[in-house]
């Protein structure tokens, strides 16, 4: 099992930037996603690495806007937010195991982080 903490999540204003991290025990050989949930709506595919990070891959909404990046060496897989809209405010969540686009693609979940973009 891999325990999974994330951390950055905050009140920015549109147009900013965030950076969240999250710090993971056991990293080696999953592949991490971030999702994320809005109220009263379903969980949503952000991204995805690889374990090896030679794969990444977006949700249509963030292309171009966000970037998956791991560092194995720190145990960390951190998701950088650029030009953020007040409809990237949700619940941000890191997650481990196979991969791919679909939260039952995942074992492992945290806590989750709160992004707020306001207008």
């Known amino acids: 099992q891999v325990q999974l903490v994330e951390s950055g999540g905050r009140l920015v204003q549109a147009g900013g930037s965030l950076r969240l991290s999250c710090a993971a025990s056991?990293?080696?050989?999953?592949?991490y996603g971030w999702f994320r949930q809005a109220p009263g709506k379903e969980r949503e595919f952000v991204a995805a690495i690889t374990w090896n990070g030679g794969i990444t891959y977006y949700g249509d909404s963030v292309k171009g806007r966000f970037t998956i990046s791991r560092d194995n060496a720190k145990n960390t897989v951190y998701l950088q937010m650029n030009s953020l809209k007040p409809e990237d405010t949700a619940v941000y969540y890191c997650?481990?195991?196979?991969?791919?686009?679909?939260?039952?693609?995942?074992?492992?979940w945290g806590q989750g982080t709160q992004v707020t973009v306001s207008s």
């Open positions: 056991g990293l080696l050989f999953n592949s």
């Open positions: 997650a481990a195991g196979p991969g791919g686009g679909r939260p039952s693609g995942y074992n492992d």
